[in-house]
Every structure is written in C-alpha cells, then in structure tokens.
C-alpha cells in the first residue's frame, strides 16, 4: 500500500525549516521549534500537520514585530538552493494565519513565497478581509515576469478552489475575476492559460452566459489559445450548453442515429476493465462536427447511483456517414470515485443529449 500523503509531512520537513530559519535569523528558535512539533505530527491529517508547523514556525520566530517576522519569511523563500516542496507549504500557510494583521507587508512576502508554494489558499482571507489592497497587488502580477506569480491572481479568485475558502463578493460577483483573466488569457506560459481555463470553468457552473460571451469575444483573437477555451468550456459542453457548444465549432442540435451502443463484459469484477462500443450514423443533409461522451452511473454507498459524464471522442460527419468507436474504461478504486457491487447504467452522449443506454454489472 502506498504511503499515505499526510506522511510526506514529517521529521524531515521540520529540520529542514528549523535549519533554513537558524540560517537567516539567529533568535530563531530551532530546538524548541522542533521539540514542540515533531511529537504531534502523528496524530494529524495532512492540512492540520501543515498548519501545526506553521503555527510553531511563528511561534519560534518569537515576540517581535510581524514585519520583521515576515521579512524572515522572505529570506527563507530567497534563499538559494530554493526551499521546495513539502517543506515549502508551510511558508504559504504562515501568511495565510498571521499575515492579515500587517497585511501591506504580506503581500509584500507572497510575491516570494508564491514561487516556493502557491499561495492561492493564503490569499483568500487577504480577498475577504482587505479585499481593494489584495486586488490591486493581483492586478500587478499579472504582469509579473515570473509565471508563478502571475498564475496566482487567477488560481486565488478562483470561485470555487478546491480546499480554499471561500471568498463571497467573488461568488457573488464574479467579473473582477474575468478582469484579471482577461490580462492573463494570452500567457506565455501553459501552466498560466490552465489557472485561467479552470477559473472560467468555476464560473461557467454558475453563471454559463457570462462565461459563454467572454470568451466569445476571445475568440476572434487569433493568438487564443483554443484548447485552453475548450478546457474552460469542458463542463457546459457536458450539460449540452448550446453556446459553448457554438463557440466551440460543434453542431449544436446532433442529428446522429445510433446503431449500436453496448458494453462487454456484462459482468466484471474489480481490476479488470469494460469497452463500449457505438456505431453512429449521421442523419444530417450536411456534416456535423460532434462531441461524445459517455456517463456512469455509479453505485453509491445507500444503492442509488450517481452519474459521472467521461469524455469520449470528437467526430466530424458528412452527410448519412456511419462510424464505429470503441472506448476501454479500467474498473478500478480511484480517490475520486469509489466502484461498489451492482448494476452500473451507461449512458451515450452527443452533443450533451442522452441518445443511448446499456449497463455493465459489477461484483465483489
């Protein structure tokens, strides 16, 4: 069995931050810092285990001016070789608990620690409780000429960011978010264009025509990034949406008969695997260019189910074409979903429309 990821947070982590503090800053604190945090990390989930030793951290750093602490911090994110990884968490976090109070400062600190480890999550109270201050600072990195940086206005308005909190103005309204999207929609860097697609996939679930007429007029730029586009639309493309769809260059009322749709085996057990099969026929006078997907309806714990859309394939079809596709599924446990025992429907989708079903059996 793999290590559990709370693990990577260890005995190992606290002396490399004890060491790395000693290094800039004499008064720190290094032998009680790990004394008090080392015996506790066991006990502890992942997230809690991070803030432990962000707390500690602070607490070394001892009774003085959280400038001067936070200008410690920075040091510490500067230094050369760079701290990383695992042991880089902890930085985000001390700005997160204990930046706020000075926070001219802080986010002085997050332009270097950001570098080290995304500050998205640290950001959030900044949003919340100092909200004109943070949001000028995030308009200036969009220009920053380091693309860590830069990717943190959008990953930290990110309505709804997996394990951060929320900030309500941005749920409420999100078009300052699409303000600074717009600054950041032609980076130079990939990793910048996907911080802006799954932004703009979080405000598609809610507000879709927003979404939709932004990037609508993005694409009549020719250096957009299509595939960022298709990525930020992936969603509204699954539900059907007709003006993701439109913009995406996709028939938006299918016109496809479909032949055949089924699964083999009927019957499988776990690790093993399932390939569906459809055989589809345009019935369209001209040639449609098509999305596919599939959705499964898993087994939940009570016995209902519940759908999870997968995607499939694109087609282009001329006129009565007929294609065959084939699509190989693992049945296996992932951290997102969970296979239980029972009868697990299928069904075809093109172009977000449900056009056929079959069902597959799993047992235990």
């Known amino acids: 069995m793999p290590a559990a990821l709370k693990d990577s947070i260890d005995e190992a982590v606290v002396d490399e931050l004890a060491r790395r ?33 962000a707390r500690e951290l602070w607490r070394a750093l ?90 943190l206005p959008s990953e930290g308005t990110r309505p709804r960011l997996p394990w951060g909190t929320n900030v309500q103005r941005l749920l409420d309204d999100p078009r ?20 802006v697609a799954n932004h703009l996939n979080d405000v598609a679930k809610v507000h879709p025509e927003l979404v939709v007429a932004h990037v609508s007029a993005w694409m009549d730029e020719p250096e957009t990034d299509g595939r960022m586009v298709a990525h930020a639309l992936r969603t509204l493309v699954k539900r059907g949406d007709a003006g993701a769809l439109a913009v995406l260059g996709f028939t938006t009322e299918p016109q496809v008969v479909v032949e055949r749709f089924d699964v083999a085996p009927a019957v499988v057990g776990m690790g093993t695997h399932i390939t569906l099969t459809a055989d589809l026929r345009s019935a369209a006078d001209a040639r449609q260019r098509l999305v596919v997907d599939f959705v499964v309806h898993h087994v939940n714990a009570s016995g209902a189910t519940s759908p999870k859309v997968f995607k499939w394939t694109t087609l282009d079809l001329g006129p009565g074409e007929q294609r065959t596709i084939s699509k190989r599924r693992s049945i296996r446990q992932a951290s997102t979903r969970t296979y239980r025992a029972g009868i697990h429907r299928v069904e075809l989708q093109v172009g977000g429309r449900v056009a056929a079903a079959t069902a597959f059996e799993v047992r235990t």
């Open 176 to 195: 300052p978010g699409l303000e600074l999207l717009d600054r950041l929609r032609h980076d130079p860097s990939e990793t910048v264009r996907r911080s």
């Open 21 to 53: 503090f000693a290094a800039v800053d004499d008064r720190f604190d290094a032998d009680g810092f790990a004394h008090r945090t080392v015996p506790e990390l066991a006990g502890l989930e992942l997230k809690a285990r991070i803030e432990l030793i």
């Open 62 to 151: 001892g009774d003085r001016d959280p400038a001067e602490s936070l200008a410690c911090l920075v040091e510490v994110a500067r230094a050369d070789p760079p701290v990383d990884g695992w042991a880089a968490w902890p930085l985000a976090t001390v700005v997160e608990l204990f930046g706020p109070s000075r926070p001219s400062e802080a986010l002085d600190a997050m332009e270097h620690v950001t570098k080290r480890m995304s500050c998205e999550f640290a950001v959030r109270p900044f949003l919340r409780d100092h909200y004109d201050a943070t949001y000028a600072r995030l308009l200036d990195f969009t220009g920053h000429d380091d693309e860590r940086v830069r990717r």
